[in-house]
């Protein structure tokens, strides 16, 4: 599925299935409130906090891939609801950071092991 097919089929879902789209503040709290669910997890699997006993660390990581897809849900409402392309916005943006930082990561000691 293409950006712009993720974008018209969730257009699709939203006015059919979910109604209508929340407003876009609305929207803006449920996409923090799902990047904090992948940070909770990601902490969990590659950081050094532990999972509580009733939690099932061996779904995690395809807990994490549903967790990313809200994440991606909310923003592709968020793009739609203010007529944002995504795709054209990912194009323009990789294009600032090659001409930004076509050099600097390549200089980057910090970067070279």
């Known amino acids: ?11 699709e879902w939203i ?9 876009e503040l609305t929207n803006t709290a449920v996409l923090m409130e ?12 590659y950081g050094e906090q532990s999972f509580k006993q009733k939690e099932q660390a061996a779904t ?8 990313m897809a809200d994440v991606l849900f909310v923003l592709i409402c ?12 990912l ?4 294009e600032k950071k090659t001409n ?7 200089n980057n000691e910090k970067l070279k092991e």
Request: glycine residues 6%.
């Open 1 to 11: 599925m293409t950006i712009k097919e993720a974008q018209t089929t969730v257009d």
């Open 15 to 23: 006015n059919t299935i979910g109604i209508r789209y929340y407003n």
């Open 34 to 45: 799902e990047v904090g669910e992948v940070a909770r997890l990601m902490a969990r699997i």
């Open 60 to 67: 995690a990581k395809a807990d994490l891939g549903d967790e």
């Open 78 to 89: 968020l793009a739609n609801q203010t007529g944002i392309d995504l795709t054209a916005a």
């Open 91 to 94: 194009n323009k943006n990789l």
């Open 100 to 106: 930004r930082d076509k050099d600097r990561h390549a």
